[in-house]
């Protein structure tokens, strides 16, 4: 009797389940939307309709397991047809989450996203402006709009933006149940290829994840899951790939319902860790009650077998399956997870300083064995610094933010040619070109910086990532690592803007052929002993070189080239003079001088991080940040206050 009615408790479960609405985080918003029936576009102003399970079986590529929901971007309409395909009995999700604050990290996902032939996405608007904008721009769309968020703030560990990180597991918890495969993406993912494939490699896994680790445990040319992998794997939630199914949706549905339970201000990743990794509080006695509660879970939580969900997500419980190696049951045993490695889901720091994926093999070989040589999935933005504009900047360096309106191409610019150990001096060279910059009134193009120790957010062993101690030097100087983007031209009273561009501008495919075959290489020469004159001449390879005076102000050395600004590019090169102090003077006027400096010292972050038992040893107590200077060893301010001003 007591099992005959634990099961009619369950069918009872069922029932209301099958009534009631989907389940949903806080503040959920009813009106979900996506696209109109029949594939017609919305007049601008209007809203994305509401979801339904049709609507998203219809967006469904020629009945394949995969269906994609993407940030918005003011991209043409797709071709409609895949918006009637037939139905299948799954498909995959690409979630993205997006504001007005991610709006052109909408765009730039939405470019990768085509460009890696992934077209069967679906846009997920997280404001009224980005909706109304969604639908103007003919995309594929649907609403999930937390009015609160905002109000909370949206920086990193802020309230709004844990609100944020939970509004995926909010719109999936709405949605799960509709049986769908979801590959989940956040907006600062590009995407390189189609991660389906791995789906059908691991049928038996309900979750394959992103790991934020800097390191993989498979052997060079090995494609497959880490093989370390477990639940206390640091996976990473904002990529990862689910099976749909009753056991993938009782464990989102627990995920949701641990917004209020696991921790105040944990985001949604460290309580996906609580479940999956805490130890029971009790033991179940009733396995019977287990053994029907399980599969009802969802509609049991809703009633009064709501201990048996806590049981369940909180119990610790892991094996290795012994049918695939690197896949693992956690939860219970309920769900099957795999970790795809760091060198095929990477961060900004495995792909862009640690090349972990290096797409030849036979390349790879000839690398250190972290180089895995495997088919690299997509970068996401992790392992960065200074928020959206860090993430921005990142992209910039590694050539993969598509979204910069023509403009930004556009213009004329100043680079330096590093020379000497631009290791030591690279940031007084770059120095000197910013304020040639400043002072021509042109962009300054950074020049490739090279770092030969490792910046991250807590202490460095052998001036590298923990588990990264193969990381070969000198690795090449993110923005993020040395400046605050965000500062570059901020609004900051007197303070000239500063508009940068990344170091591979002129190999950029977006840059004008006008732009890069217009370089005037500027020497200052000490062969020169005249202050009002310039000589043409031509280096090896035939470019144009112009010798000036070294060490004249702007007001001496601007006129002088006034007749060569048709040149697009000014290459300043100071090796003839054999020092950044020696090449320009730097501003006439103290005023300006002393601006540009405030802007050099607002723009420069912070170096992380020297270790506590080292700042002992070498004498430098209260400097395990020290503060990085442009101009450490001159400065034009100190220079133009020598000579007196001329304003």
């Known amino acids: 009797m007591a099992r005959r009615g634990g099961l009619l408790l369950a069918l009872l479960c069922t029932a209301i389940a099958c009534a009631a609405a989907p389940h949903a985080g806080p503040h959920r918003d009813s009106s979900l939307s996506g696209s109109l029936p029949g594939g017609r576009r919305l007049a601008a102003g209007t809203r994305c309709p509401a979801v339904s399970r049709e609507l ?32 299948p009995s799954g498909s995959c999700f690409f979630r993205k989450q997006m504001n007005e ?24 608007a997280a ?34 933006w844990r609100r944020m990180t939970w509004s995926k597991v909010f719109f999936m918890d ?5 049986g769908f495969n979801w590959v989940v993406s956040d907006a600062d993912v590009v995407w390189f290829r189609d991660p389906t494939p791995l789906l059908a490699k691991y049928p038996m896994a309900d979750f394959l994840f992103s790991e934020d680790g800097a390191q993989s445990r498979n052997d060079k040319g090995d494609a497959a899951v880490e093989h370390g992998g477990s ?26 319902q641990a917004f209020h339970k696991c921790g105040t201000g944990l985001n949604d990743q460290t309580c996906a860790y609580e479940l999956m990794r805490t130890k029971d509080r009790e033991e179940l006695q009733d396995l019977d009650l287990l053994g029907y509660c399980y599969p009802f879970s969802v509609c049991c939580c809703m009633i009064a077998l709501q201990t048996c969900a806590y049981e369940l997500m909180r119990t610790k419980e892991r094996a290795e399956l012994t ?56 970068v996401h933005m992790t392992w960065t610094y200074k928020s959206h504009p860090g993430k921005r900047a990142r992209l910039r360096d590694m050539g993969l933010w598509a979204v910069d309106p023509p403009e930004f191409y556009q213009g004329s610019f100043v680079t330096v040619e590093l020379f000497g150990v631009p290791e030591a001096s690279g940031l007084q060279q770059a120095y000197v070109g910013m304020a040639l910059a400043v002072a021509s009134n042109r962009s300054f193009i950074m020049p490739q910086l090279k770092c030969f120790c490792d910046h991250i957010w807590y202490s460095v062993v052998r001036c590298r990532v923990v588990d990264a101690q193969e990381m ?17 031209i901020d609004a900051a009273g007197p303070l000239p803007p500063m508009h940068i561009r990344p170091a591979g501008f002129l190999a950029n495919e977006r840059t004008p052929a006008e732009v890069k075959d217009s370089v005037l290489t500027l020497r200052p020469s000490a062969a020169l002993t005249c202050t009002d004159c310039v000589q043409l001449g031509k280096l090896s390879d035939g470019s144009p070189v112009l010798d000036v005076p070294p060490g004249l102000t702007d007001a001496q050395l601007l006129p002088l080239l006034e007749p060569y600004r048709r040149y697009r590019v000014w290459r300043l090169s100071m090796d003839s003079v054999g020092s950044p102090q020696r090449a320009l003077g730097g501003f006439a006027d103290a005023a300006a001088a002393a601006n540009f400096d405030a802007r050099m010292e607002r723009i420069t972050g912070e170096w992380c991080c ?18 990085l200077r442009m101009n450490a060893h001159f400065n034009y301010s100190s220079m133009a206050a020598a000579r007196g001003s001329t304003a």
């Open 174 to 178: 709405s949605v799960v149940d509709w």
């Open 610 to 627: 020297r270790r506590e038992e080292e700042l002992e040893r070498y004498r430098m107590e209260g400097q395990q940040h020290p503060k």
């Open 127 to 160: 404001d009224v402006v980005t909706s109304e904008a969604l639908v103007a721009a003919g995309e594929p769309c649907v609403e999930r709009i937390d009015e609160e968020a905002a109000k909370l703030g949206l920086a990193w560990g802020q309230e709004g």
């Open 472 to 488: 070969p030097f000198p690795i090449p100087c993110p923005q993020d690592y040395l400046f605050d983007p965000d500062r570059y």
């Open 56 to 87: 998203l079986a219809a967006r469904a590529k020629n009945n394949t397991l995969m269906f994609a929901m993407c940030a918005s971007s003011p991209l043409p309409l797709l071709n409609p047809t895949g918006l009637h395909s037939p139905a």
């Open 101 to 124: 604050a991610q709006w052109d990290f909408g765009r730039n996902w939405l470019h990768h996203v085509k460009k890696a032939g992934i077209d069967y996405y679906l846009a997920v």
């Open 231 to 256: 639940e206390h794997s640091n996976f990473n939630t904002g990529v990862y790939l689910l099976r749909g199914g009753a056991s993938s949706a009782a464990f989102i549905h627990a995920w949701a």
């Open 323 to 378: 049918e695939e190696r690197g896949l693992w049951r956690v939860w219970n045993k309920q769900i099957v997870i795999g970790i795809v490695p760091p060198s095929m889901f990477l961060s900004a720091h495995t792909l862009h300083l640690q090349k972990l994926d290096q797409a030849s093999l036979f390349w790879c070989f000839m690398q250190p064995s972290t180089v895995k040589g495997v088919p690299a999935y997509a």
